[in-house]
């Protein structure tokens, strides 16, 4: 092997060999950053839903006069829920249900103030609710009901209400300590549960109880009328589809837009991203066409040499080898390299975003090593393949 | 070796012809009657004729690129007349890139055929810097410097003195006796070399 390294190493340009590594792990870098800033986006976006939540829209019907007068029914009929299914917007749809049965509740603890209130409770489907609880949901025997608040009612009462009342402020933390009990009246029994707040919704502006809680509490209790659904609840696989305002606004509907606007920037976000790791993909793209011409330049270099050598005895493989200690030994100082400029990387943007409060891993995932190591393997095999053919095809001359 | 190409003259005009390891031959022409180019045919360098070669009974065309190779390790020597040296090399070097691949030579051993050559004192140089007949020498050793059912041996001695060409030709011939081989050697003219048979093209 010493032998065949002097022969073939030398009179070659290494310049060329330099840049095809610059540009690999340039590529790399890019493209590994690119995936540690994405997996790290997804997981801030993931627990800021409020932040982007791009795919459920609430929809409701505005209210008239004629509502306030009793003269009409405001929720909406099984043609309008029907309608809003077939909309190709609509992915998923699913109508909020509510209490058949007058509900109320009351505290009575020494940590908190006491209240007491007349109640009403509403119910979505669980795939809806964005409060990821392990509390959350129904069966016979539970001894408690979850209950899931809207996180401006506590905004209202923490900036609100308590301060104005000399009341303390509670933080989300401790609201699963708060103790209180709901009362179901039906028309012939009464029960009375304990509940707990099982977290706060951005997304759902209601009093929100697991949906089977409340379709087996109105077959127990309910005995008032059914009313229609006044919210319907949707999901649409891109929220930025102008046709989702254009059917809200032709049907007199009504829904909060902001939302709609925030979800805007998920998707900018996502396709900022996806460009990059184009970019990169087409950068690992021209380095990996430089090596591959690189090394093809070296043994062309060399074709009198390998040809000498296969007349003494030496098979193509055998000349291929010292080619193919030189590409292994250049990618993997390019992974080595990229690896360690994008742990640098990150550990920068983790500082930066620690700025602004959000938390992002300083250290690259696994996925993030095993991209790298699947495409050095892809690119050690190709580059492999093509010296064996630079030099087989020499051989046979 | 059974059956050589029949083209052109004489060996090539022939129905068929064998080479056997027992003999030593001297293939003999004037230039371009194709010396080279037989043994070119005969070492798979050159699949451009027609006929057919068969080495130990196997049709040569049926013989893969990995088992040439292996041949050109363990069963063909050739002394190329082009030398096929490497001249950025030191001739030890030369040299020990071929017994690398083989490992048939001690060091001593090599040291001692470059003494009974006269030039053992020229090992360290480069080739590039050696005269040509110095080179032939250096590649005359080379090519011992591995087992061999046949050695070729091509034009080899053209530069070298008559004194060292007799030195080199025992040199050889003690080879192929130790190791039963045969010798295929050629020449533009019978320069007096003791031979079993000699054929002209």
């Not at chain 1, 709901?182 to 028309?187: F, P, S």
């Not at chain 1, 900022?272 to 690992?284: N, Q, T």
């Not at chain 2, 065309?61 to 082009?82: C, D, H, P, T, V």
């Amino acid at each position: 092997m010493k032998y065949l390294f002097q022969i073939l190493w030398k009179d070659q340009s290494r310049w060329h060999l330099l840049w095809a590594v610059l540009g690999t792990i340039a590529g790399f870098v890019l493209l590994l950053t690119g995936i540690h800033f994405y997996e790290n986006m997804n997981k801030v976006l993931r627990e800021n839903e409020d932040l982007l939540d791009p795919e459920y829209i609430i929809v409701n019907k505005e209210v008239g006069i004629g509502q306030t007068l009793g003269l009409g029914n405001g929720g909406f009929s099984e043609e309008e829920i029907a309608e809003i299914r077939q909309q190709p917007f609509a992915e998923q749809v699913a109508p909020f249900i509510s209490n058949e049965f007058p509900i109320s509740a009351y505290t009575r603890s020494r940590q908190f103030p006491n209240f007491s209130t007349e109640l009403f409770f509403e119910a979505v489907p669980d795939a809806f609710v964005d409060v990821r609880s392990d509390d959350w949901g129904w069966e016979a025997g539970k001894d408690h009901i979850p209950v899931i608040l809207p996180q401006d009612y506590l905004n209202l009462y923490n900036f609100g209400f308590s301060q104005s009342q000399g009341l303390p402020q509670i933080p989300k933390e401790m609201i699963g300590m708060l103790q209180f009990s709901v009362v179901l009246k039906g028309a012939t029994e009464k029960a009375t549960y304990p509940g707990r707040i099982s977290g706060f919704s951005n997304r759902i502006n209601s009093i929100l109880v697991p949906y089977d809680f409340l379709t087996w509490a109105n077959e127990k209790f309910g005995y008032l009328e059914q009313p229609r659904p006044s919210r319907i609840i949707l999901v649409s696989p891109d929220p930025t589809d102008p046709e989702i305002i254009r059917f809200i606004d032709e049907k007199g509907y009504d829904t909060i837009r902001e939302k709609l606007k925030s979800s805007r920037l998920n998707i900018i976000l996502k396709f900022v991203l996806s460009f990059l790791v184009l970019i990169a993909g087409i950068i690992i793209g021209l380095a990996f066409l430089i090596f591959l011409l690189s090394l093809q330049l070296m043994i062309s270099r060399s074709s009198e040499k390998i040809r000498r050598l296969n007349k003494l005895g030496y098979h193509h493989t055998e000349i291929s080898r010292p080619y193919i200690i030189v590409l292994f030994t250049l990618l993997f100082i390019v992974t080595a390299m990229a690896l360690a400029i994008s742990a640098i990387i990150s550990g920068k943007m983790a500082a930066m975003a620690a700025e602004w409060n959000m938390e992002v891993g300083a250290s690259l995932s696994g996925t993030i090593y095993l991209v790298s190591i699947g495409l050095v393997v892809v690119l050690f095999v190709l580059n492999t393949f093509s010296i064996y053919l630079g030099t087989k095809k020499l051989c046979k001359e | 070796m059974k059956e050589v190409p029949t083209k052109g003259s004489s060996i090539w005009e022939a129905a068929s012809f064998s080479f056997s390891q027992e003999n030593s031959y001297l293939v003999e022409a004037p230039s371009g009657k194709g010396k080279t180019s037989l043994l070119s045919i005969m070492y798979g360098l050159r699949k451009d004729y027609s006929g057919k070669l068969f080495i130990d009974n196997r049709d040569s065309r049926n013989i893969g690129s990995a088992e040439w190779s292996a041949m050109r390790k363990k069963q063909l020597a050739y002394i190329f007349q082009g030398l096929e040296l490497f001249d950025d090399m030191s001739a030890w070097d030369n040299i020990m890139l071929k017994n690398h691949i083989t490992r048939h030579k001690t060091q001593q051993q090599v040291r001692n055929m470059a003494a009974q050559l006269n030039i053992e004192p020229f090992l360290q140089k480069h080739c590039g810097i050696l005269s040509f007949g110095q080179r032939q020498r250096v590649a005359i050793i080379r090519a011992l410097c591995q087992p061999f059912n046949f050695l070729f041996a091509d034009e080899c001695f053209s530069h070298i003195d008559k004194q060292n060409s007799a030195v080199a030709m025992e040199l050889i011939r003690e080879e192929c006796r130790a190791g039963g081989a045969g010798l295929i050697l050629t020449s533009l003219g019978n320069n007096g070399h003791d031979v079993d048979i000699t054929l002209r093209l």
